[in-house]
């Protein structure tokens, strides 16, 4: 072990490279401290064309490359130099005239950035897959001891100051970079399992659920930024994003948003504010939605943003305190005005922002300004996983939309046509709030909200607390539960406070006694068929 921790000088480098970044400097850097270069078809043009002592491959192996660069490096005098064990296996060199290869600098064909491209057939796809490349970058990892493996040219510098700093480069960086390069091949892999899954499920419209969920779930993430700290101070976090499979642009999200201004996101502001945006996504007409630890406490839709927010903020000010703010179009300079005039606000994000209400926000430097770009009308479907102790669960996203042609009145009246507006209106948010779930809307805004108590008629006993509190009127309000009523309590507890039209799933052994108490209050209820239980 004592020889594993020291120096390992570099006298002989094997560069084979896509990305070709700084490969020229580098290259030049490692020939002035006397590294005998060997090279692959493409880089060594590069290197030779730059006044660069290089040595192809095909020279060395005495072997050309063939099938289109399929073959270039696959080759025993490659690999034995790189996978030798100086000291165990040098008669064997000798033998075969292999040279001991001491650093390794390969990156691979782009094969995530080819596939992201729209025009990228399938023929191309596979042509990008590279073999020669992650063949050599796990044997030099896997003998990181006596070999450095360079996957990114980031790490080139650090190369150079070890060699002169360090009489070669130290066990600790060589194990370093052996870790990174095995997450860099692993990953590549991945993006490669999940691209021919994609092409498989799109090909394959009668997918079994088994295809959906395979047998062994291997998902890849890359670090956006560490947090400050988690959930709460003494929990460390990172935010990660995912790394993109797809040949779709991926659809906007707090991974791809870019911010405009404001102090470093929290932890709980990517979750509250992935959860504004979820829910403001849903609707056509300008909406505003103000979370408040992951619920909405105000959701609005108007003729205008402006009046859109003026409406959600008049749910709940007090819970809309230090809230975040997601809207569904162009933000502009009057509806930041509104805000800055009466709210402490963490978080605003929006498709985009007039110039005129940058420059309005900019006064605010702590707020954090979120532009997301705009999403397309119809989200593709992806799966929701959720970590528990050993073990994760996944499911399909909850992305059903009911229209009103697919619910059914249960009651003696019929809703009217403003009752039917608002109770598919607070269907929308009840989807969004957490279990058991109950919303109060009028005229298209949110009146009060009962979100995550043990039980529903609780649920709907706060919601009225909460729109009294803030002097709203519920009479004449609709009332959506995001499950079904197991007992009438629910809707006596709607029709004291002045509920007029309900809409539920229905399917409570109950539903009769639900239905008789509707009838009793002369309340119109609809049911769905359909859950949205959010935990
Ligand atoms: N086939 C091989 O033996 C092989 N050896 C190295 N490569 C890749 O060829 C690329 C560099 O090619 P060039 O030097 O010709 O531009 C690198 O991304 C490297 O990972 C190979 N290509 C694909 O597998």
New binding site residues.
Partial sequence: MANNLQSKPVQCAL??????TGIVEFAQQLQQRGVHIL????????LQDQGIQVQE?ADYTGFP?IMS???????PKIHGGILARRGIDDETMRQHAITAIDLVV????PFQKTIAQPDCDYQTAIEN?????????RAAAKNHQDVTVVVKPEAYSSVIDAMDNMQGIPFSMRQKLALQAFQHTSAYDQAIANYLSDVISTADNTQQISDKFPDTLCMTFSKSFDLRYGENPHQKAAFYKEVSNSRATPEPSLATASQLQGKALSYNNIADADAALACVKNFQEPACVIVKHANPCGVAIADTLLEAYQRAYTTDPTSAFGGIIAFNQEVNRDVIDAILAQQFVEVIIAPSFTQAATEALSNKPNIRALNCGMWSSAPSPYLHYQRVEGGLLAQDADLSVIAQPNISCVTDRQPSPQEMQDLLFAWQVVKYVKSNAIVYARKQQTIGIGAGQMSRVYSAKIAGIKAADENLVVKGSVMASDAFFPFRDGIDAAAAAGITAVIQPGGSMRDAEVVAAANEAGIAMVFTGIRHFRH
């Avoid at 090279?39 to 590069?46: D, I, P």
């Avoid at 897959?129 to 970058?137: A, E, H, L, S, Y």
Wanted: no cysteine.
């Fill in positions: 560069i084979s490279v896509s990305d070709k090279s692959t078809g493409g880089t060594f043009r590069l491959v490359e660069g399929r073959v270039k490096t696959l080759h390969v990156n691979l064909y897959i590279d073999i020669g490349g992650p063949t050599m970058v």
